[in-house]
């Protein structure tokens, strides 16, 4: 029988538990903070392409993303419990660009880890 090698039995047993948790933490934080949007497309023959607005308040929108001529779009990298207000525009190959949409709001879910991934933290602490 060979002797117990401890150094064997981490890179064994410790670090693919641990690769396996952090890449718990890593999926469920990805995708905790993201909202898909989607409207309808405009009846104007020039569409170019569309924009989406939002922000932290309603009307007062700070982050402006062209998403070109797609009619849904995810958007990732949301504040947990944070409330967030969108609205759409769409543009013409002149550069001419309607004013906003309908404004839509959106409270960001928080973060929920795996029951067992809690007691585990629980137990570290």
């Known amino acids: 029988m060979?002797?117990?090698?401890?150094?064997?039995?981490?890179w064994r047993v410790v670090l693919p538990g641990a690769v396996c948790i952090l890449g718990v933490i890593i999926a469920s934080n990805?995708?905790?903070s993201q909202v898909t949007l989607a409207w309808?497309?405009?009846?104007e023959s020039d569409v170019a392409?569309?924009?989406?607005?939002?922000?932290?308040?309603?009307g007062?929108?700070?982050v402006h993303i062209d998403v070109h001529k797609v009619t849904v779009?995810?958007?990732t990298g949301l504040e947990a419990e944070q409330t967030y207000y969108f609205a759409a525009s769409v543009y013409d190959s002149a550069g001419n660009e309607s004013g906003y949409s309908n404004e839509v709001g959106y409270t960001v879910p928080a973060l929920k880890t795996l029951p067992w991934l809690?007691?585990?933290?629980q137990e570290d602490e």
């Open 2 to 10: 060979k002797p117990f090698q401890p150094i064997n039995w981490i």
């Open 30 to 32: 990805a995708f905790a």
């Open 40 to 43: 309808d497309p405009s009846t």
């Open 49 to 58: 392409g569309y924009r989406i607005h939002y922000g932290t308040a309603s």
């Open 60 to 62: 007062s929108y700070s």
């Open 73 to 75: 779009c995810t958007l």
């Open 118 to 121: 809690q007691l585990l933290l």
